[in-house]
């Protein structure tokens, strides 16, 4: 199958484009798209067989669930059974945006793209081509991240198009992601609602308009089941191993020439995914195609939008280890430390 990149520039002058792709997605093809968080991979979500295809394309395990995308508050009726006052303060303050909701779903929604739950994850993303699309299509749309299971998600269309190419018939390119880390999946069957997933709705700001907020015991470490069954899998994993040096941002100069030193003095070829001021540090000990500069330190909003793309690029690189920078976990450093975590393996030291 030959896979054609289309540019979105203008959702209005290119409405045929837009057009296109939904008739392709009700026709029960696959059409990957942008969001505000990560490039998704979409199917129509009510209909099982295409959904089929995402797991196919994907070389997703049956058992992962897929999330909703819907346009509007209507799509969102159609498919979950009761909306919790919880969800509804979520809907008002955060939605279109970078969350799903965790609902009862109806008996529309298919069991296979559930993985059997009785609940349904909703997104309504904010990307104007995402909800152009959407709207299109005339259905909610099913889509996981745009990626190869396993591997980082794709925050540009030349990165979908890295994993996809030949497995679908269209990539809508709307440019970089704004977040690129994908979105908070909020739990909103129980009396009090539970991050899943960490993403760049906060847990500070969920607190301020729910008044509290649990996270999934698997997030901190407890070694019990994740609800989200996603999270269970490991993820976002470059080709070569990566340690994460963790402590105060004052400490990480001193310790990354240390740890450099320390695996160069044993041969190897160490990348180094850090702060600009950890890489501008290091610029005379290591060759600049291994130094991934995330941004400045506490940047976060840089430091989320850029490590997928660094973590990728690094497999076109000669390292064979890789050294990563992390830091505090207060607003959206949660949601990156998930991700650098399970891109480490959770394997760090304490500097
Ligand atoms: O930002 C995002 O959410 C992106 C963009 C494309 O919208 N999508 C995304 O989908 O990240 P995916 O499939 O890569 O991640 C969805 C996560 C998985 O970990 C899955 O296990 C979990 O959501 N999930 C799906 N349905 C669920 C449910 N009913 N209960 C608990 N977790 C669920
Ligand atoms: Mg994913």
Redesign the pocket.
Known sequence: MKTEVLAIKDIKKQSDDIARAGKILRGGGLVAFP?E?????GADGLDAEACAKIYEAKG?PSD????L?VADRAMVDEITREIPDIAEKLLAAFCPG?I?L?LE?KDIVPDRI??G?S???V?M?ENEV?RAMIRAAGVPIA?????ISGRP?PTTAASVLRDMDGRIPLILDGGPCRFG???T?V?CTGPVATI??P?AITREMLTEVLGGVKLDPALVGAKVV??????K?KHYAPNAPMTLLEGGPEKMVPAFRRQVRQLQAEGHRVGVLASHEVCTALQDSVPAPLLADYGAQGDLLTIASRIYELLIAFNDTEADVLLGEGMSDAGLGLAIMNRLHKASGFHSIAI
Not at 37 to 41: I, K, N, Q
Not at 143 to 147: D, E, I, K
Request: charged share 15%; proline share 13%.
């Open positions: 969001t968080t990560v490039y998704g991979l997703r992962n669930p897929l999330i995308h970078p799903t965790i779903r559930t993985g739950l609940t349904v994850g997104r993303p995402a889509a996981p991240s745009a990626n998600s880390v994908e979105s999946i739990d899943l997933r993403g994740p609800k989200a069954p996603g999270m899998y």
